[in-house]
């Protein structure tokens, strides 16, 4: 095991970023995690998910009308909170890259909506990094939960602590710009994104926020706040010591120009 990989390179870099309150947070991100119950108005079957997950389906505007993009929906939580309060003249994309993942998606959607929902639904597989390239000012409002470290799940698997470095959350933050760019492009002129991640990390949180306003013009912050949770320089963070919810980073971006400069 090198210095800089590992339980103590792990513990040595959240404490460098968290301070005194890492050894709390840690412990909070422990096992068990407090599950909120959303009821499908179709069946009334219940899935379990975490309440900031509820919240941050929620905090994506969305009218009449409006076309809708999950880019990466699996397993599709976040996806049932937005259709179990949707109207149904709103459509849904809902996009997976990961073929496991996708049918699990698939899977969820047919469980808890079944065969006589009203909605506008139709499930891709496409790299959720080109997309900007094939549809441009399409979506009024667009949902990126993207890819994460996810340190939470990490810490409940020993063999995967053991393997992480730092290199592992700044090679994320690029991918994940690479997708928040896409979003860029995709969205409508006054539409939305949503950026989440449900990691503790800045370089994968506000520091792709930077990242998006050093390299693209005509975009800004569209202002969110939860009676739980935190502001963050961007957006909005809900972490587990603080909240019983999360971890789990927003931030709500709208597009004021057609520019994709």
């Known amino acids: 095991?090198?210095?800089n990989r590992g339980p103590n390179a792990f513990n040595e870099y959240f404490e460098n970023i968290y301070g005194a309150r890492w050894p709390m947070l840690l412990a909070a991100l422990a096992p068990p995690i407090k599950f909120y119950d959303l009821v499908s108005p179709i069946n009334g079957k219940i899935y379990h998910l975490d309440e900031?997950?509820?919240?941050?389906?929620?905090?994506?505007?969305r009218k009449k009308g409006d076309r809708v993009l999950d880019?990466?929906?699996a397993p599709g939580g976040k996806a049932l909170a937005m259709l179990f309060e949707a109207d149904a003249s709103q459509s849904f994309v809902l996009n997976e890259r990961s073929a496991t993942r996708r049918a699990r998606l698939s899977r969820v959607l047919s469980e808890f909506l079944g065969?006589?929902?009203p909605f506008s639904i139709k499930v891709t597989g496409h790299d959720a990094t080109k997309w900007g390239l094939y549809e441009k000012d399409a979506y009024d409002a667009i949902l990126l939960d993207a890819p994460c470290s996810s340190e939470r799940h990490l810490l409940e698997k020993p063999e995967l602590i053991k393997q992480w470095s730092p290199h592992r959350t700044k090679t994320l933050a690029i991918q994940q710009f690479a997708m928040l760019a896409a979003a860029c492009a995709a969205v409508k002129k006054e539409g939305y994104i949503l950026y989440a991640t449900c990691s503790i990390s800045p370089l994968e949180n506000d520091?792709?926020?930077d990242k998006l306003f050093k390299k693209r013009d005509g975009f800004r912050v569209t202002p969110i706040q939860f009676e739980k949770g935190e502001p963050t320089k961007h957006g909005w963070i809900f972490l587990p010591d603080a909240c019983k919810a999360g971890p789990l980073y927003l931030c709500?971006?709208?597009?004021?120009?057609s520019s994709h400069a």
């Not at 900031?52 to 505007?61: E, G, N, T």
């Not at 709500?252 to 120009?257: C, E, G, N």
């Open 52 to 61: 900031a997950s509820v919240l941050a389906a929620r905090a994506l505007p």
């Open 207 to 209: 520091d792709v926020i």
């Open 252 to 257: 709500l971006i709208q597009k004021v120009s």
């Open 71 to 73: 880019m990466c929906s």
């Open 115 to 117: 065969d006589a929902h």
């Open 1 to 3: 095991m090198t210095k």
